[in-house]
C-alpha cells in the first residue's frame, strides 16, 4: 500500500510541476506566443473530444467543425446582441450544452452509421452548417460574421479593456485568456480521462474493437455510439468557445471542412485514442503554420507570406507536411495509434515481438496462422 | 454482488429454431433444453450450424422461426445487451478480446452488473469510483479463479494464446451468468492448457452452479465435462442423449464419417 | 412548365456527371474497402491537366493525356502507398485515413498552382445553345449526358463482361474467399483505382464546363456532392450510385431552378442540398437507398 501512496504522492507532485510551469508563459512570453500557446489549448480541447468519438469509440468524424461553429456562434449569439444577452459567464456553459444538443438530434445517424460511414455522413453537418451561418443572419452575422462578446466572470474581464499589472507584467487579452483556457483544458483532461478510465470508456473501447463482443457483454452499442458523439460535440462546443474569445470574432468561413480535416489530423499524428496523445496532435497541427510563418525567411524552400504567387508559403508549407504526417504515421506506425474499428482478431495476426522491425507492423497480407483454426461461418 | 447466481438457473428451451441465410438454411428446427445446472454440449461437424445457434441464443441472429427461453423470458426478440443482462455469457470461437490489460476486459464483464454513466464517470464522482473499486475486486477474484491472477494488470495482447483463450472465459464470468455459453474453449490449445481449462469449467460448474453450453470438437473434454449432448449436422439435430448413449448412435457415426471425431485435425 | 423541363434537364446532366465520380468512388470501394476521400483533388488534378496541357495538345489530347495521368496517379497512390496497409477490413479503414492524408497534400498543391484563377479548358463546346422544342440547352449539357451515359455503359460493361470485373465481384462479396480462389487482389485494386481515377479526370471537364465558369480550386468540393450520390445508393453497387446520382443531380438542380419559392432555405442551398437529402436518407434507411450491406458492412 506505501508504494502506492508514493507512486500518488509522485503524481501528485508531477501534476503539480506541470501545473506550475504551465502559469508561467504569460510572465515570459509576448503575445505571439501566447496565442500560439492559446489556440493550441483550444485545439486540444476540441480534438480530445474527437479522439474519444474517432480513437476511442472508432466512430469517424468529419463533421467536427460544426460543432465548434455551435460552440462559438451559440456563445456568441447567447452573450450577445441581437440574442438574448446573457450574462457570459452562464453563456458559456449553456453554448457547450447546445452543442452537446446538435450532437444529441444528429444522433439517430451517429448510433446506427458506423465506423468510417459516419465520416461521410458528418460532411452533411459542415456543409448545411456552414449554410445556416451564412444564411441565418440575424443571429450569425451573415458572411461577415458577429463580434465576440468578452468573457466577464465575476466583474473580471477577458480582455484588454481596464488595466491590470500582475508582477510588474501588463495583463492584455493574450495573457488574461490564456489562464482561462489553461482552466478550461484542466477541466477537459480530468474529465476525458475519467471517462476513458471508466465503465464507459470501457465500453466504446470494445465497440471499436468488437461490436458483437460489446453488445454480448451488455453494451447497448447504438446508446453508447450516441453518447460518445454527443459527449465529443460537448467538447468541440467548450473548444468553439474557447477560440471564438481568442479570435474576438466569429465567421462562417473558418468552421469550414478544412478545419474539420486538421481536428482528425491532429489526432491522427498524436495516436489515436488518448488525450495525451490528442494535445499532442493539436500543439503540432495548430503551431505549426504559425510558427512556419513567423520564421519563413528564415526557413529553405519556404516563401514569405504575401510574396510571388505560386511560391510555396508557410500555410501550404505546414500543410503538406501534416498531410505527409498522417499518410506516414498511419503507414509506418500503425501501433501509434488505437485503430479506427480494430479488431483484436487483427492483433492476433500482427503479433510480434516488442523489438521487432516497423516493416512487420503492417498486417501481412498472407493468412495468418490464425486463420487455420477451426473456424465455421461467423457472423 | 452475485445474488442471482445463489439461486438455481433457469431452464434454457430452444425450441424448433430456424435460420436462414440467403436462401441457406442453417438451423433447421432446432430443439434442445438445458437442464438448470447442467453441461450441455453441442457437437457436430463443421458447419453444422452450432455457432448459428450460439449466435441465436445469445441475439447476434434472429431466427426465422422457433423460439428461445430462459425461464419464462423469451429471448429471440432481445437485443443482444438485454439477454446479456438476463445473465446469459459467452465467448467466441475466435478469441474477440478487446484492447488494454485483462482488468479492462474483465470489467467490461461487469458492464450490465455496473451503472456508473457519462456525467458520473467524467466527474470522477464518489459513488462511480466506489462502485469502479468493488466490481474491480471481484473481477480479480475471477481472474484468479480462473488462473489468471497474475497477469491482473497484463495487456491482453502480450499474454500467450491459451491465457487470451481463459481471458474471454473470465470475461464472461464477470457477467455472473447464469447460464454461460462456451464456443470451443480448448480449441487450438496444447494438451496440458485443455487440461487446466477443463478442470476450472469443471470447478466453475461445481462452485457456481451456472448451466453451461459448450460446442467443442475435442471429443474427451466433451465426454469428460457433458450431462447432455445434442448432435447437429447441417443444421437438423440428428442425435440427442448422454455422452455414452450419443457415442453409440449410429447416426452420429454416419455423420462424422470421413471427418476426425475428435476434430484434432483443424486445430 | 419549361422552367420545370429546364431544371430536369440541367438536373439529368448534373447527375450523370456525378455518376461518373459516385461510378469510381464505389469500384474503389468494391475492390479495396476504401472511402477514398482523395477523389476530390484527383478529379481537380484532372481539370488542372487539361487547363494547362489543351493549348499545346489541343482539347482532345489534353483531355486524353490527363486522363490517362490521373489514372496512373491513382493506381500509383494505391500501389505505393495504400496497398502496404495489406487487405483485411481494419486495414481499409486506416487506409480510408490515409486518403485524407493524401487529399490534404493533393489539394494544398493543386491550390497554389491554380491560386485564385478560373482556368478554362478549352472544351469544343463553349458556351453554344442548341434549341430542344422550347428549351435552350447548353451544349456542354448534352455532351456531358451522352458521353458519361456512353462511358458508363461501358463500365457496366467491365464490371459484366471482363474478368477483372468478375474479380472485382468475388472481391467485394468475400476477400479472403477471392484471394484464396487466386484472384489477385493487388492487380484487382489497382485496376479500380485506375479506372476511378480516369472517371474522375473525365468529370472534371464537364464539372468546369458552361455554364460553370471555369476550373476552379474549390471545383474539387463541388465532386464531394458525389459521396451522398454513393450513400444514398448504399455504396457497394454501381446501379445504386447511378441511381444516387440522378436523384442528387436532380434535386439540386430543381432546388437552384425554383430557388425563389425556396427562399426560406436560403440562397445557394442548392449547393447544400445533396447533404439534406443524403441526412433525409440515412434517417429513415442507416444503409443507404438500394444498399443491403453498405453502410452496414464491416
Not at chain 1, 479593456?161 to 480530468?190: C, I, S
Request: net charge neutral.
Amino acid at each position: 500500500m506505501s508504494d502506492r501512496t508514493a507512486l500518488l504522492t509522485r503524481r501528485r507532485a508531477t501534476l503539480l510541476t506541470v501545473a506550475v510551469l504551465l502559469c508561467l508563459p504569460p510572465f515570459y512570453l509576448d503575445a505571439f506566443w501566447l496565442r500560439i500557446g492559446l489556440f493550441s489549448l483550444a485545439a486540444a480541447i476540441g480534438a480530445t473530444g474527437l479522439a474519444l468519438l474517432s480513437g476511442t469509440a472508432g466512430q469517424l468524424s468529419l463533421g467536427h467543425a460544426f460543432f465548434l461553429a455551435v460552440g462559438a456562434y451559440g456563445y456568441t449569439w447567447l452573450a450577445g446582441d441581437p440574442g438574448p444577452g446573457l450574462p457570459t459567464a452562464l453563456a458559456v456553459p449553456l453554448a457547450v450544452l447546445m452543442a452537446g444538443l446538435a450532437g444529441g438530434l444528429f444522433s439517430p445517424v451517429a448510433g446506427r452509421v458506423k465506423g468510417i460511414y459516419l465520416g461521410i455522413a458528418t460532411l452533411a453537418l459542415v456543409f448545411l452548417g456552414h449554410h445556416v451561418l451564412l444564411t441565418a443572419e440575424s443571429v450569425t452575422g451573415g458572411f461577415n460574421g458577429r463580434s465576440v462578446p468578452p468573457l466577464s466572470l465575476g466583474g473580471f474581464t477577458f480582455d484588454a479593456g481596464d488595466e491590470l499589472t500582475v508582477l510588474g507584467v501588463p495583463f492584455g487579452a493574450e495573457e488574461r485568456l490564456w489562464f482561462l483556457g489553461l482552466a478550461l483544458f484542466a477541466v477537459t483532461w480530468f474529465t476525458a480521462r475519467g471517462l476513458l478510465r471508466s465503465r464507459p470508456g470501457r465500453a466504446l473501447a470494445a465497440l471499436r474493437d468488437s461490436e458483437t463482443a460489446a453488445a454480448v457483454m451488455g453494451v447497448d452499442v447504438a446508446r453508447h455510439r450516441s453518447a460518445a458523439f454527443v459527449v465529443s460535440s460537448m467538447y468541440a462546443g467548450l473548444a468553439g468557445v474557447l477560440l471564438a474569445l481568442a479570435f474576438r470574432r466569429v465567421v462562417p468561413d473558418y468552421f469550414s471542412l478544412v478545419l474539420s480535416v486538421d481536428y482528425l489530423a491532429m489526432i491522427v499524428i498524436g495516436g489515436l485514442g488518448s488525450v495525451a496523445g490528442a494535445t499532442a496532435g493539436a500543439v503540432f497541427v495548430t503551431a505549426l503554420p504559425l510558427l512556419m510563418t513567423r520564421y519563413a525567411d528564415q526557413l529553405p524552400l519556404v516563401a514569405a507570406p504575401g510574396s510571388a504567387e505560386g511560391a510555396v508559403g508557410p500555410t501550404e508549407a505546414a500543410r503538406y507536411l501534416y498531410g505527409a504526417a498522417i499518410v506516414l504515421v498511419l503507414l509506418y506506425a500503425p501501433d501509434g495509434l488505437h485503430g479506427l474499428a480494430r479488431r483484436s482478431r487483427d492483433r492476433l495476426r500482427r503479433r510480434r515481438s516488442p523489438t521487432s522491425d516497423p516493416a512487420s507492423a503492417v498486417p501481412s497480407p498472407s493468412p495468418p496462422a490464425a486463420a487455420a483454426r477451426p473456424k465455421e461461418h461467423t457472423l | 454482488m452475485n445474488d442471482r447466481t445463489t439461486t438455481a438457473p433457469p431452464e434454457l428451451a430452444v425450441r424448433d429454431v430456424t435460420v436462414r441465410f440467403a436462401g441457406l438454411t442453417a438451423l433447421d428446427g432446432v430443439s434442445f433444453t438445458v437442464a438448470p445446472g447442467s453441461v450441455h454440449a453441442l457437437i457436430g461437424p463443421n458447419g453444422a450450424g452450432k455457432s448459428t445457434c450460439f449466435n441465436v441464443l445469445s441475439g447476434l441472429c434472429r431466427p426465422a422461426a422457433g423460439t428461445v427461453t430462459l425461464g419464462g423470458t423469451e429471448l429471440t426478440r432481445l437485443a443482444p445487451h438485454r439477454i446479456a443482462a438476463l445473465g446469459v455469457a459467452r465467448t467466441f470461437q475466435n478469441i474477440v478480446t478487446t484492447q488494454g490489460t485483462v482488468a479492462d476486459n474483465l470489467m467490461l464483464g461487469r458492464h450490465a452488473l455496473t451503472r456508473a454513466g457519462f456525467t458520473a464517470s467524467a466527474l470522477r464522482l464518489p459513488g462511480a469510483r466506489r462502485e469502479q473499486r468493488e466490481h474491480l475486486a471481484r473481477a480479480r477474484e475471477i481472474a484468479e479463479l480462473t488462473g489468471l491472477g497474475a497477469h491482473f494488470d497484463a495487456p491482453v495482447g502480450l499474454l500467450p494464446y491459451g491465457d487470451r483463450k481463459r481471458v474471454e472465459l473470465a470475461r464472461a464470468l464477470c457477467l455472473e451468468p447464469r447460464v454461460l455459453l462456451l464456443d470451443e474453449p480448448v480449441a487450438g490449445m496444447n494438451a496440458a492448457e485443455r487440461a487446466r481449462t477443463a478442470e476450472v469449467v469443471g470447478e466453475l460448474r461445481a462452485e457456481l452452479g451456472l448451466s453451461v453450453v459448450l460446442v467443442e470438437h475435442d471429443m474427451g473434454l466433451v465426454m469428460r465435462l457433458a450431462d447432455e449432448v445434442t448432435v447437429l449436422d447441417f443444421g437438423r439435430p440428428i442425435a440427442h442423449g448422454t455422452p455414452d448413449e450419443v457415442r453409440r448412435d449410429p447416426e452420429v457415426l454416419r455423420a462424422y464419417l470421413g471427418t476426425d471425431a475428435t476434430g484434432e485435425d483443424a486445430a | 412548365m419549361t422552367d420545370l423541363l429546364d431544371s430536369l434537364l440541367g438536373g439529368l446532366a448534373l447527375g450523370a456527371v456525378y455518376a461518373l465520380v459516385a461510378l469510381g468512388f464505389v469500384v474503389i470501394f468494391k475492390a479495396s474497402g476504401v472511402l477514398n476521400f482523395a477523389h476530390g483533388s484527383l478529379l481537380l488534378f484532372g481539370g488542372y491537366l487539361v487547363a494547362v496541357l489543351h493549348d499545346d495538345l489541343g482539347f482532345a489530347g489534353a483531355l486524353a493525356l490527363a486522363v490517362l495521368a490521373t489514372a496512373a496517379l491513382a493506381g500509383a497512390l494505391d500501389r505505393f502507398l495504400l496497398q502496404r496497409g495489406g487487405q483485411d477490413a481494419h486495414s481499409a479503414h486506416v487506409q480510408t485515413i490515409v486518403t485524407i492524408g493524401i487529399d490534404i497534400v493533393l489539394l494544398t498543391e493543386l491550390a497554389r498552382r491554380i491560386g485564385g484563377d478560373l482556368l478554362t479548358l478549352g472544351d469544343p463546346w463553349g458556351d453554344a445553345v442548341t434549341e430542344l422544342g422550347p428549351l435552350t440547352v447548353a451544349d456542354s449539357r448534352l455532351a456531358a449526358i451522352a458521353v458519361s451515359a456512353v462511358v458508363i455503359a461501358g463500365v457496366f460493361a467491365l464490371f459484366r463482361f471482363t474478368s477483372w470485373g468478375l474479380s472485382l465481384r468475388a472481391a467485394a462479396e468475400d476477400m479472403e474467399a477471392a484471394a484464396l480462389m487466386g484472384v489477385r487482389l493487388g492487380r484487382v485494386r489497382a485496376g479500380a483505382w485506375c479506372l476511378a481515377g480516369a472517371l474522375a479526370a473525365l468529370a472534371a471537364v464537364f464539372l468546369a464546363a458552361f455554364p460553370a465558369p471555369g476550373l476552379e480550386r474549390t471545383t474539387g468540393q463541388i465532386a464531394l456532392n458525389a459521396f451522398p450520390a454513393a450513400i444514398l445508393g448504399g455504396l457497394a453497387s454501381p446501379t445504386g450510385a447511378l441511381a444516387g446520382s440522378l436523384v442528387i443531380g436532380l434535386t439540386e438542380a430543381l432546388v437552384v431552378g425554383y430557388q425563389s419559392e425556396l427562399h426560406v432555405l436560403g440562397e445557394g442551398f442548392g449547393d447544400v442540398a445533396p447533404y439534406a437529402v443524403m441526412l433525409l436518407v440515412l434517417l429513415v434507411r442507416p444503409n443507404g437507398l438500394f444498399g443491403a450491406k453498405g453502410a452496414a458492412r464491416v
